[in-house]
C-alpha cells in the first residue's frame, strides 16, 4: 500500500504579513489582491483549465474588480505579455512555493484529469484559502471549514470578487492549518497511521 499524499512542510509553510511584504517585492509581486493558478502546464488538464482563465475568467474578474491579478505560475509557460491585462504570466520558477505564499488565494478551474490535487494541498500548507472546482477536489473532499470554497467555473469571478470584499463572508475564508496539517503533514499522517498494516508487516510467519 502506497502512503497518502501529504504537504511537504519544509517548503509549503505560513509566513507572517511582515516577510510576505518583503517577499511579494523580491519576486517583483507587489500587487494588493493576487490569486495565483500554478501547475505543470505540459498537462492537459492544466492547460484546459489555464484557457479557461483567459477566455472567461479573468475577463469577467476584470470587469468586478480590476485590481485583482491572476498570477500564473509553473513549467510550460513563458513569461511574458498577459493574454488578459489583469494576467501576470510569471512562467517557470526554481521555488514555487514563494509565489503560494504572497497569494492571497490559489484558483483551482479544473474541469478534465484525475490523480492527486497536490496544488491544493500545498496552498492550504501554505495557510492560502483555495477555490477549486469540484472536480479539483475530487480524491479530497475538503469543505470551506477547511478553507475551500468549491464552485462552478462559470461563478469563479464572482467568488474570487467576494472573497476581497469584506462585506462578504468569504473574504473570512482562512484553511484549518491545524486540522490539514494533522491528515495530510508527514508527521500526521505518522500519527494517525499503522505503518504495519499499511506496508503489510503483521508479524505472522509465512
Known amino acids: 500500500t502506497i502512503v497518502e499524499n501529504f504537504i511537504d512542510t519544509q517548503r509549503f509553510f505560513p509566513i507572517n504579513e511582515e516577510d510576505k511584504t518583503e517577499l511579494k517585492k523580491s519576486l517583483h509581486m507587489n500587487y494588493p489582491k493576487i490569486a495565483s493558478y500554478f501547475g505543470n502546464?505540459?498537462?492537459?488538464?492544466?492547460?484546459?483549465?489555464?484557457?479557461?482563465?483567459?477566455?472567461?475568467?479573468?475577463p469577467a474578474l476584470l470587469r468586478k474588480d480590476p485590481q485583482i491579478k491572476i498570477a500564473v505560475i509553473g513549467r510550460g509557460l513563458t513569461k511574458g505579455k498577459p493574454p488578459v491585462e489583469n494576467m501576470v504570466i510569471v512562467g517557470e520558477v526554481d521555488r514555487i512555493e514563494q509565489y503560494v505564499q504572497v497569494s492571497d488565494i490559489v484558483i483551482v478551474p479544473l474541469v478534465s484529469g484525475g490523480g492527486t490535487r497536490y496544488k491544493i494541498l500545498e496552498a492550504l500548507g501554505c495557510g492560502i484559502p483555495v477555490l477549486s472546482t469540484p472536480k479539483g477536489n475530487e480524491g479530497l473532499d475538503l469543505k470551506l471549514e477547511d478553507g475551500v470554497i468549491l464552485s462552478n467555473v462559470e461563478e469563479f469571478p464572482e467568488k474570487i470578487a467576494a472573497f476581497f470584499s469584506e462585506?462578504?463572508?468569504?473574504?473570512?475564508?482562512?484553511?484549518?492549518?491545524?486540522?490539514?496539517?494533522?491528515?495530510?503533514?508527514?508527521?500526521?499522517?505518522?500519527?494517525?497511521?499503522?505503518?504495519?498494516?499499511t506496508f503489510g508487516i503483521t508479524g505472522k510467519k509465512p
Do not use: M
Not at 43 to 56: F, R
Not at 170 to 184: A, T
Open 41 to 58: 502546464f505540459t498537462n492537459i488538464s492544466t492547460k484546459q483549465a489555464y484557457e479557461l482563465i483567459i477566455d472567461k475568467i479573468a
Open 167 to 197: 462585506e462578504s463572508s468569504l473574504s473570512r475564508v482562512q484553511p484549518d492549518l491545524e486540522n490539514i496539517l494533522s491528515k495530510y503533514s508527514l508527521s500526521g499522517i505518522a500519527e494517525n497511521t499503522d505503518f504495519l498494516r
